[in-house]
C-alpha cells in the first residue's frame, strides 16, 4: 500500500489538478440559447455562496465567451459578501450584481428568475436542498451546474431524475461536481480497465479516511435551523451522512469501474470517538453487492489518530490499480501487490483541472447548442451512497430496488423552511441530537 497517494481535499476557490470528458446526452426541440444575450453572454447565478459555490463560481466565470454573475443567492448575507470578496479579487470585469443579492431560504427563486431563462444557475448549497433548486431552474429554463451530492434521501432522487427528463425534454443543459468523471488521468486509468488490462474486475474498495469533521458551536442568538445550517455536515438531514456527501466521489468511480451500480448492500457503522452534539456516525463499512455477484467495500472514516486513505483500489483476475478521488497519479500493477517494481500503467500526458473543465464542458455544451445532462448518473451516484448508509443506519440487507423506493424523507416540507422554522431533527433536554440506532432505525 505504499504507492497509495492520500492527497485530496473539498472543492476550494481555485480548485486543484482536473481532466477530461464528455457528458452524457438527451436530445430535444426547445433552444434556450435563443433566450442568450446577443454578444452571446451567458447570465450566471450562484445559490449557496460558501467556498464551494466561489469556486464554482469562479469556475463558471473562467470558461471561454463573455460570462457575467448577475445574482447570488444564499441563507446568510455574510456568505454573499464573503464570496463577492474572493471572486472580485480574478472577475471584477465579470460582476454585474447590482442589487441582486438575495438573502432568504426562498433567495434561490429571485437569483434564478434574475437570469431565466437561458441563464446558468451554480446550485451550491447543502444537498438537502439541491433537488427542489434545480426543478425551479429547469421549470424556469435555465442551464445548471450541480455540486454533489444531488440529494439525501430516494425522494430527493427521484426528484433530480424528474428535474433530468424534464431539461432533456427543453434541451437544457445539467452538469454535475463529480468532477472525477472529468479527470483525464482516471479516465484513461478506467479505460485501460475497461479494455481489460488487469482482467475481469473482482472487487473494489472505496476509502475515505482522515480525521474528524469540524464543528462549530452555536452562537448566542442563533435559531436552531441557522446553527445546523451552519454545519451542514453535522446533520443527516442536510448532507445525507458523511458516507453520502464525502465517499460520493469514490463509490461513483467504482461504480464506473463496474459500468454498473449495484444491486444491494449492507453494512455497519456508529460513534466511537465522536462526542460533538450533533447526528454523525464516526465510522461508515458498507459491503455492496452488483449483479454479477462481485463486491464494493467502502470504508469511511473521521477519526483521529486513525490510519488514512483517500482513494480507489481496484482487483481484477490478472492485476490491479490504484485510482479515484484523492490520487492525483492512478496506476496500474501487474497482480495484487501494490508495489512500485509492478507498476505497468500510469498517466504521461499534461495536468488537467477538473474543476475547471467540468464547467468547461458545461459552457461548451451551451454555447454549442449541443446535448448535456449528467443528471441520471449523478442522481444514481447519489443514490449508492444513501444505499449504503440505510443499510449502515438500519443494520439490514437492502436493495437497490427497495432503497430507490423508500418514501421516508429526511426533510419533509423543506418547500416551507425559514430561519425560523424548527428543523426536522432538534435536541433533547441534554443537547443530544437523535443517532441511527442499527436495527430500530426506519429508513424505508
Not at 438573502?103 to 428568475?113: N, P, Q, T
Not at 454533489?148 to 443543459?173: H, I, M, T, Y
Not at 459500468?259 to 460513534?271: E, H, I, K
Amino acid at each position: 500500500m505504499t504507492e497509495r497517494s492520500n492527497q485530496g481535499s473539498r472543492r476550494r476557490f481555485l480548485g486543484a489538478t482536473g481532466g477530461l470528458a464528455a457528458g452524457s446526452a438527451l436530445a430535444s426541440a426547445w433552444l434556450p440559447r435563443a433566450f442568450a444575450a446577443e454578444n452571446n453572454e451567458l447570465k450566471v447565478a450562484l445559490i449557496g455562496c460558501g467556498s464551494r459555490g466561489t469556486g464554482a463560481a469562479h469556475n463558471a466565470l473562467s470558461t471561454k465567451g463573455p460570462t457575467k454573475l448577475w445574482a447570488m443567492a444564499d441563507v446568510f448575507e455574510n456568505r454573499i459578501k464573503g464570496s463577492v470578496g474572493n471572486l472580485e479579487k480574478n472577475h471584477a470585469d465579470k460582476m454585474a450584481l447590482e442589487d441582486r443579492r438575495y438573502v432568504g431560504f426562498d433567495a434561490y427563486r429571485k437569483a434564478i428568475d434574475a437570469i431565466a431563462p437561458g441563464g446558468v444557475a451554480l446550485l451550491c448549497t447543502p444537498p438537502a436542498f439541491r433537488p427542489m433548486h434545480l426543478e425551479y431552474a429547469v421549470q424556469r429554463g435555465c442551464h445548471v451546474f450541480m455540486e454533489k451530492s444531488f440529494g439525501v434521501d430516494a425522494p430527493g432522487v427521484r426528484r433530480v431524475l424528474k428535474a433530468g427528463e424534464a431539461a432533456a425534454a427543453k434541451n437544457l443543459k445539467i452538469a454535475g461536481g463529480l468532477m472525477s468523471r472529468h479527470y483525464r488521468p482516471l479516465e484513461e486509468a478506467v479505460a485501460q480497465i475497461h479494455q481489460g488490462l488487469i482482467g475481469d474486475v473482482i472487487t473494489c474498495w472505496a476509502y475515505r479516511c482522515h480525521g474528524p469533521v469540524g464543528f462549530a458551536a452555536k452562537p448566542a442568538g442563533a435559531t436552531e435551523m441557522a446553527h445546523q445550517v451552519r454545519n451542514y455536515s453535522c446533520f443527516t438531514w442536510l448532507n445525507g451522512s458523511f458516507l453520502l456527501d464525502w465517499l460520493i466521489h469514490n463509490l461513483d468511480v467504482c461504480c464506473w469501474v463496474k459500468n454498473g451500480w449495484p444491486v444491494s448492500a449492507q453494512g455497519q457503522g456508529g460513534r466511537q470517538q465522536r462526542t460533538e452534539p450533533d447526528q454523525l456516525f464516526d465510522h461508515y463499512a458498507v459491503e455492496y453487492s452488483f449483479e454479477d455477484g462481485t463486491r464494493l467495500f467502502a470504508q469511511g472514516r473521521h477519526m483521529a489518530n486513525c490510519w488514512g486513505f483517500f482513494g480507489d483500489v481496484i482487483h481484477g483476475t490478472k492485476g490491479a490499480a490504484v485510482l479515484g478521488e484523492g490520487i492525483t497519479d492512478p496506476k496500474i500493477y501487474r497482480g495484487h501487490r501494490i508495489a512500485p517494481e509492478n507498476v505497468i500503467w500510469r498517466y504521461q500526458g499534461p495536468p488537467h483541472n477538473h474543476y475547471q473543465h467540468e464547467h468547461d464542458l458545461l459552457f461548451a455544451a451551451i454555447r454549442e447548442d449541443r446535448p448535456y445532462n449528467e443528471a441520471e448518473r449523478c442522481a444514481y451516484a447519489a443514490m449508492t451512497g444513501i444505499l449504503g448508509r440505510m443499510a449502515c443506519e438500519s443494520g439490514k440487507e437492502i436493495t437497490w430496488n427497495e432503497a430507490l423506493a423508500s418514501t421516508v424523507e429526511l426533510a419533509p416540507g423543506i418547500e416551507q423552511f425559514t430561519l425560523d422554522t424548527p428543523p426536522p431533527v432538534v435536541p433533547d433536554e441534554h443537547g443530544k441530537y437523535p443517532i441511527a440506532m442499527p436495527g430500530f432505525t426506519k429508513v424505508i
